[in-house]
């Protein structure tokens, strides 16, 4: 049995997420079923990220065993082939040690959101940004940001279904960058909580606007209490950029 690892780009915008689900299509499905297809084998793909619906990602990284030996470099176009028109592609695939662990064996994860501010709609980017008519305060929204750097409880943004075990988070940077109208937020941390990221970008959104000033984001933060929680952006702006270990 031999242990693989994958790093995969995907649209995640008609997926349920990343994990299997009984009510749509997921990213973990349409894998597995592309390599039961190639190796006659029966695999679980495990994700470094579980991404929710409508999430897209630039670098997921994920792991299966298989006791099939394959030789990588026919093995990744044929992949690609099997997985079809579906908008998932492997980037590269490599062995990897049996202890090795696409999730627990992490050490750092950065998500980044882009944010469109202008009045026109999105055509290149819909469904691949959040799309904000109101002239954003990028100078507030930078001082809210830094509340967040450090070691937390996040439990203001963590969702109600969130399995971790702990609210207690370690965000080791949060950068932003303006190119004219698309604002790309990045975040850097070991790992996060369920809708932790869009519930952090919500929240920045209402300081941009003027809705929250520094002591409103501030009192909602240490509130611990997801009522205080401004509504979570939405998914399609959220991308998993890149995994580390």
């Not at 190796?39 to 065993?65: C, P, W, Y």
Request: proline share 3%; charged share 25%.
């Amino acid at each position: 049995m031999q242990r693989y690892k994958i790093k995969i780009e995907y649209d995640g915008t008609d997926f349920v997420g990343w994990q299997f689900q009984k009510n749509g299509l997921s990213i973990q499905e349409v894998l597995e079923k592309a390599l039961f297809r190639l190796s006659n084998e029966k695999v679980i793909v495990m994700g470094a990220g579980r991404t929710d619906a409508g999430v897209h990602a630039l670098e997921q990284t994920a792991h299966f065993d298989l006791k099939k030996k394959i030789e990588i470099k026919k093995f990744l176009p044929s992949l690609n082939h099997h997985i079809g028109r579906k908008p998932i592609t492997i980037l590269n695939i490599a062995k990897a040690t049996k202890n090795f662990h696409s999730r627990f064996s992490a050490k750092k994860r950065t998500y980044q959101y882009v944010i469109i501010n202008r009045q026109s709609p999105l055509a290149l980017y819909k469904n691949k940004a959040w799309h904000i008519r109101k002239k954003l305060n990028l100078r507030i929204m930078k001082k809210g940001m830094k509340l967040l750097l450090g070691t937390h409880n996040f439990s203001t943004f963590r969702s109600s279904s969130c399995s971790a075990k702990s609210p207690v988070k370690t965000m080791k940077s949060i950068s932003v960058k303006q190119n004219k109208e698309k604002i790309t937020i990045k975040f850097i941390s070991k790992s996060f909580l369920q809708n932790q990221v869009r519930s952090m970008v919500g929240c920045i959104k209402y300081l941009g606007e003027g809705k929250w000033n520094i002591k409103d984001f501030k009192k909602a933060f240490k509130s611990e209490s997801r009522s205080k929680c401004a509504p979570p952006a939405p998914a399609c702006g959220l991308y998993l950029k890149e995994i580390k270990y």
